[in-house]
């Protein structure tokens, strides 16, 4: 039989099971791979070419079950059912296959063409556990395929068998499990109901019947549209009442115990483990990680160890790219006659850029952090250590993973939410992250910090900024909690995974690409934004204050002073006069606008750019205070902003506290505003949570400045 | 007995699973049914989330939700482990005497 060219391909699988990995070494694709439950939300589609056909392969989310239970459980049955993909790869996790099998039996119930694939087969080999591959396949009815994707072992023979599938040439044994004498009875007479309803013609009946007699929400919702229902009703009531009389329980608790009693009886026939055995590794880490008295200090420590590596080991590497950029600048600028274009290029682009990649090295320290915490499998335990702290504001032990993912970037933040099941959760964490200080946010901090506090003092001032978003942000998502979301949460039953080394090319891929993503970022979004900027601080311009100029420069010329002191005071003549220009600029009256509502924080016009345009992504208002506030320092490096911040009337150590808080709360980049749009369903809510987070960013502010001035 | 009563180092079985439908949902479908041996591992720092360990299985759940789970008392921490002699001693923080 020859088969089509193409093949399409699901992977299923319990999380940890390695299917991300599995998908990684199939395609060669690389994509997120993690150790917390249900890190792969999204579908991840890549393909491979094997024998000259092209195998789509679709990674589903990771679930323990096909129960409508949560969205990764409703993503992958509806892929199944309405894309019918050629043949579904159930990725199982060899050492732990008694649980894995749950999800294969109810993927054998659901009639797919099947394939297990025995994953992780070299830690079955080191625990010595031996499982009879022939046996097991016989009880199945689907082959088994061993794999490791560690090792890259099995994965052509895995595409052998795909094939072999999909062309048909194995054959699937379908049905292999039967429930107990009651649930069998009402199962096939529902089964019978069904198959004789015109308008389920092409479903599968007897699994209807099963997830009917499961209590399945999605079953219900499809049958009572139906005639037959009637009839079926009638059949469930009886098959209710019967199992509550004779086991005293309902037929959704029976077909769960049946499903396990199936396991048991083939992990009994085809599994043997090694008697004697030891404690694991993991055990031996999690007396101490989870231990009473240390777990919470090792928290801490691991969170703040985190930010640490961030900021220390990040700094040198900062300031040389910052002197790197400050080469190309002074290289730059005799090259470019045109004033205008010299402008642009040095004042605009290389100062408003560079300030921006400067802080390359911080945002890629901190995603190797993150990374490496949640491949680990510690990001878990981190849920279980920090659960009654989050559940005392109203939230879950997992809301704790996007929040801290926050601290990288809202927007993965916000779609990592979607590991909460309850919506009220999943609102009060969303409302919460964008007080997660974001990396964006990084740069302004380290360059106020750096510029107006002594290295030690900065390092503790940036902390407390992080503190101080928490805390608001906790205090957001309990106040909602107790009032507008006060509905029930989500239970926390979660999976604690093997402690396991993250691949040292997963992690470096991780890292690579929130680079990549941080520089597209700086080279389009940022880039336009700040020649946008640069415009605007530019127009229009006025020939009045150029006549002036020229006019006191002349008088100074003619003045028969010092050459030195004439240089001297011409400088500071047209550095005025750039001021003046700015001032007259569409960025200086728009910063002029708003200046009676932020002077009470102590923002002057100028730092009143910086915020309306970073809007356009946080990172901006670095870039912009580094365009406008150069322009009226002539003569100094473009890229030293630090000192010429230092030497600005503008700024203070009072004013760097208050625009690094103001910061902090204000208002979302537009990205991540879309993006919560997206994840809470309208804008009302949006809209409102924008007001919100305004109003409690300038009320922070004002006091922050107040206090600064009272007690610096 | 609910799982909630249950100490440190405790071993019991499972009689019951009688939480919201939710929960009870996610329960079996990770296993933990009627006739399933567990094992109390820890409590966490806070005193709140429990961890509790089946069929190498490491769960954790709260409290709140362990109050649903009927359980047979099979071995307390007290007595001296029958089979689990491989077991490494468990540290006793969670008992309440």
Redesign the interface.
Known sequence: MTGRSEVTVALTGNPNAGKSSLFNALTGAHQRVGNFPGVTIEKHEGYVDFQGRRITVVDLPGT??L?P?SPEEIVTRRYIIDEKPDVVVNVVEG??L??NL?LTVQLMEMEVELLVALNMIDEVEEKGISIDVKQLQKLLGSHIVPTSARQKRGIELLLDHILRVADGRIEIVKNKLTFSPEVEQAVEKITGLLSHERGLEGANHRWLAIKLLE?DREAYQLVQRHPVWVKVELALQAAITECERLHRTDP??LI??DR?AFIRGAMQECVSQPH????TV??YI??VV???????PIFLTVVWGIFQMTFSLGAPLTQGLEYLFGLAGHALEPLLPDPLLKSILVDGVLAGVGGVVVFLPNIVLLFIGLSFLEASGYMARA???I???M?RFGLH?KSFIPMVTGFGCSIPAIMATRTL?SRSDRLATIMAIPFMSCGAKLPLYVLLAGAFFPPATAANVMFGIYLLGIAVGLWTAWMLKSTVLKSDSE??????PPYRWPTLASVVFQARMKAVMYLKKAGTLILMAVILVWAASNFPHSREIDARLALEKAHIEASGEAPERRSAELAEVSARAQSSQLEYSVAGRCGKILEPIIRPLGFDWRIGIALVTGLAAKEVVVSTLGTIVSIGHTGQAVTDLSSILRSDPGFSQATALSLMVFVLLYIPCVASIGVMKKEVGSWQPVFVYTGYVLLVAWVASFVTYRLALLML | MKLSELHVGDRAEVTS?G?????R???????L??GTDLKVL????????M?IVY????????RS?ADGIGVKLLDAEVLPPVKEG???HR?R??RAS
């Open positions: 323990y079950s129960t239970f050492a732990n008694e649980r749950l209590n959704e608790v769960t115990e396990h004697a055995e030891k404690a993991t055990d999690d007396t989870l231990n009473r008295v240390l777990g919470l849920a279980f250590v659960d009654k702290v559940h032990g099941k239970p926390f039953v979660m999976e604690l | 699973v939480t919201e439908p939710l929960v949902r996610r329960l079996m479908d990770l296993g049914i009627r820890r409590v966490a720092p806070l005193g709140d989330p961890e069929k190498g299985l490491y769960l954790t759940l709260r939700e491989r077991q490494r540290t923080f969670g």
